[in-house]
């Protein structure tokens, strides 16, 4: 380059323009050209300048080491390095760092004070340049004092925490925020109250290049409908976008922002661009004020999505709520108790394993903040307590777990017996399968009669009055200690000892859709066999009943694995299933524990011992006990309690019937059955039904029998269905009547059409009369004949039994306890009937009269 071309340059590329010719000739004659590589130190700060460089092309950065304040900044072609620290004679003010190969001419710091003195005009540059530097600092820190004074009352300091927790969800929701960090683009925040939405906002700007800018929160329900606080107004004041700079604006509580706002929103949004307040009349076909450029970014807050606003945002991030990330309820509680501890120059407590797990269990509505509160609360209660128990978080309850006690934890003794070998394998390979095979074997080979056998003695006037009244107490306890699955099982080992292959899985989706109505047609069938060939007083043929369930349990259990034909298909099972509804106690596990604690899911899968947990071969139904909603498909064979390493399983006592109007699932299979076992009722009772009906049949003769059986069966069931059409009409008329008064006020009426429920719901309400519809009818036996067990059994073995002890109950006290049954059952069926429905009673009259009209039926033919 000729020196002419270096005066050119100079002029036109640096500062160094406005002094004469024949300074920039002096100058131009002392250059040296300099090629300086990337990443070298060209000037370090707080040393002596070796000289004036000027950048001829290239790129530096500018920074200063030792304020971590500061920001980098970089210098381009033109720059002038130490110009300052040569003339006033100062140590070098930051250091200058290239960032890429960069040529630079160089004068020498001696030189170039010889040409100061020599040349005057440079000193005059500089004086001039300091009192415009000056001048434009003035300025900039008037602007950045109003800047910060507007700000201010919507200025967000720093982000309170991180995402703390190691879940897949608080991992997930890390990667999200990281890659909202990558650039700018609007983004949106979507949770439940009480998450610290917020502070994730504040995480979102925080991590991007732009952290030294401001960030500021707007509540949305708190804007004018103009939006003059965000865009400002038309040769008026600014706005806040416009004071915000490159900063970060979030929009709180996007979801309440003002209805005549939300197009500016979104065109903000769609084009980065905005038109103050007032701006946007036309003049002559053109804007009096043209749209303004948005340099911030947008980031809104809201506890759902709105589509109006989403489609134009680039990261939607859904922020999950508490319940969903039991995972990270420890890692939450240690953080909460270490920062309200430090923060009160308090020692940090411990938390107990079950206090833990009753966290866990708990669903957080307020999710954050009211895990938080719980915990703060807590350590102020405990009083410095070493130790948080479960006692101190005693707000902490679950819909699900209301009204609940824990007997595991009531009576340790239990949790021992339960989880030991003897229940129920000890007493099942003990006892039961060789009883079993006993009873069978004096059921083919003894007396024929009942009155004579012990073993149609106890089937009939024992085992099923016993079992009818432990519904309501221990549910399908009985299926637990029941031969016929264990006869399956035996053969199930069998089977796979003489012929090892792997057992076929559930056909599951068939099974839920055709088991229960093939266990209706088999009852219906077993109701037909047992009335029409007198089940319950000839012996060999209730053996041969018991034998058929109990081949089925065995073919089923030779084909598929675990227990099959107990969950779908066992006929006594699906009674056990329907009555256990009802029952007083349920086994659960906490769904927060095994969400947040379990990875092996040995309850349901099975496995070998792990920690508490012993080794099993999982719920023989597999059924996980966090996820049960009614106690349809439990057996209480206390599988999973063996299993469980986390203490997790509940064995609790409960309101009775609570599920059936709070997570029950209706089945029309289930209410098919329902409505056969109260009809089997009167089908017990024929010879008392003709005789109130009058009918002259012979119920010797097998059609009459037949026909009049079927009768049986089919009418009584009717009813529940009359009674629904009926209460369907109340609806209607109900519905019309509030519409009249409507109309004859001249006003709309406020008050939606009231709907019945279906009737696969509603009939559900039956179950206490059907129930104790049962019961009334065995307790005959149960009290006639039970009590004549003693001289029965040495009948059996043809033994005279005169003189034992026989413990029978009055016909009087008979009736009386069955009038008592009824009158019960019809009362528990209204109040469940209420429950379930929840609407007025008088929509649900006919329903209640329907239950009423049933139980006088059965008072006619059961009570004597």
């Known amino acids: 380059m000729t020196l002419t071309d270096a005066v050119i340059w100079l002029q036109e590329r640096t500062a160094l323009g406005v002094l004469s010719a024949s300074v920039l000739n002096a100058i131009a004659l002392v250059l040296e050209e300099q090629l300086i590589p990337p990443q070298t130190n060209l000037v370090v700060d707080d040393t002596t300048p070796q000289g004036l460089y000027i950048l001829k092309h290239g790129h530096l950065e500018s920074q200063r080491t030792n304020q971590t304040s500061a920001w980098a900044i970089g210098l381009l072609p033109g720059a002038i390095i130490n110009l300052q620290e040569l003339l006033l004679n100062q140590p070098a ?10 040529c630079l001419w160089f004068i020498p710091a001696d030189r170039f004070r010889e040409l100061v003195s020599q040349y005057p005009e440079i000193s005059q540059f500089l004086s001039q340049q300091l009192a415009q530097e000056l001048a434009q600092l003035s300025s900039q820190l008037s602007y950045e004092q109003e800047r910060q004074a507007v700000l201010l009352p919507y200025l967000v300091t720093r982000a309170k925490r991180g995402i703390v927790g190691k879940s897949r969800y608080a991992v997930r929701l890390r990667q999200q925020i990281k ?16 998450l610290e939405k917020d502070n994730i906002a504040a995480l979102l700007h925080f991590g991007s290049p732009q952290r030294r800018e401001p960030i500021i929160k707007l509540d949305c329900s708190k804007l004018q409908a103009s939006g003059g606080e965000l865009f400002g107004r038309a040769g008026g004041k600014r706005g806040l976008i416009e004071w915000l700079g490159e900063g970060t604006l979030v929009l709180n509580n996007i979801q309440e922002l003002p209805r005549d706002l939300t197009p500016k929103i979104a065109k903000l949004l ?36 709105l589509p109006t606003i989403d489609r134009w945002v680039r ?3 859904k922020v999950p709520p508490l319940r969903v990330r039991k995972a990270d309820i420890s890692d939450q509680i240690e953080y909460y108790i270490r920062l309200f501890c ?65 007997l595991l934890n009531s009576y340790p003794q239990l949790r021992r017996f339960l989880r030991s070998s003897w229940w129920p394998d000890k007493i099942n390979y003990g006892f039961t399968l060789g009883f079993f095979a006993l009873v069978v074997a004096v059921l083919f080979l003894g007396p024929q009669r009942r ?108 084909i598929f694995e675990r227990r099959f034909w107990c969950r779908y298909l066992c006929p006594i099972g699906g009674m056990n299933g329907l009555f256990a509804k009802l029952s007083m106690t349920e086994l659960r596990a906490q769904q927060g524990t095994c969400s947040a604690e379990c990875t092996t899911y040995q309850c349901y899968k099975g496995g070998p011992q792990k920690g508490e947990g012993l080794e099993t071969g999982g719920c023989p139904l597999y059924s996980h006990p966090a996820q049960l909603e009614d106690n349809k498909d439990c057996v209480l064979c206390m599988t999973c309690l063996k299993a469980c390493p986390h203490r997790s399983v ?29 009809s089997g009722v009167y089908l017990h009772r024929l010879p008392e039904l003709r005789s109130l009906l009058g009918l002259q049949l012979d119920l010797t003769q097998f059609w009459p029998h037949l026909g009049l059986s079927l009768a049986a069966l089919i009418i009584p069931a009717t009813v529940p269905l009359i009674c629904y059409g009926c209460m369907q009409m109340f609806y209607r008329l109900g519905n019309y009547i509030q ?90 069926s209204v109040v469940l009937t209420q429950k379930i429905a929840r609407q007025p009673l008088r929509f649900l009259l006919p329903q209640h009269i329907g239950a009423i009209v049933l139980a006088v039926g059965l008072w006619a033919i059961v009570v004597e």
């Open 93 to 102: 003010q930051r250091t200058i760092i290239t960032t890429s190969e960069s």
């Open 179 to 194: 890659q909202a960090c990558s650039d700018r683009k609007p983004a949106v925040i979507f949770g439940e109250p009480g």
């Open 270 to 305: 769609e084009t980065n661009t905005y038109i103050p307040v007032g701006g946007e009349q036309e003049k002559g076909g053109e804007e009096i004020n043209p749209k303004l450029q948005c340099k911030a970014r947008i980031v809104m807050i809201s506890e759902r999505t």
């Open 315 to 317: 990261h939607s991030i």
């Open 342 to 406: 430090r923060a009160k120059g308090l020692e940090r407590p411990h938390v107990t394993p079950e206090a833990l797990r009753r966290l866990q269990a708990y669903d957080f509505p307020g999710n954050l903040k009211e895990l938080q509160s719980l915990v703060e609360r807590a350590i102020v209660q405990s009083e410095c307590a070493k130790e948080l128990t479960e006692e101190v978080f005693w707000s902490v309850e679950t819909h699900k777990k209301r009204f609940r006690l824990n």
């Open 451 to 558: 009155h004579e056998n012990f073993a149609l003695n106890m089937f009939w006037a024992w085992w099923w009055p016993l079992v009818l009244i432990g519904f309501p107490f221990v549910g399908r306890l009985w299926c637990a200690v029941c031969p016929f699955m264990i006869y399956g099982e035996v053969t199930q080992k069998l089977s796979l000892w003489l012929w090892p292959r792997q057992l076929k899985r559930w056909p599951r989706q068939s099974a839920e859709k055709w088991g229960g109505w093939f266990l209706f047609g088999l009852f219906v069938l077993i109701y037909l066999w047992e009335e029409l060939w007198n089940l319950e007083d000839t012996a060999y043929l209730s053996a041969c009943l018991l034998l058929l369930i109990t081949a089925g349990a065995m073919i089923f259990s030779a």
């Open 650 to 678: 509940e064995l609790n006592l409960r309101p009775p019937g609570i599920e059936l109007w709070t997570t029950h699932v209706p089945h029309a299979y289930e209410v098919a059955l329902l409505l056969l076992l109260f």
């Open 739 to 828: 519409e009249v008064r409507s109309q004859s006020k001249n006003k709309k009426s406020q008050i939606p059409n009231l709907k019945p429920r279906s009737f696969v719901e509603l009939a559900y309400g039956y179950l206490p009369l059907v129930l104790g519809g049962n019961l009334a009818h065995y307790l005959r036996l149960g009290l006639g004949e039970a009590g004549r067990i003693l001289p029965v059994s040495l009948a059996t073995f043809g033994l005279g039994g005169e003189g034992l002890p026989v413990l029978v109950a009055h016909p009087a006290a008979i009736a009386f306890l069955q009038g008592i049954i009824l009158i019960f059952s019809v009362l528990l």
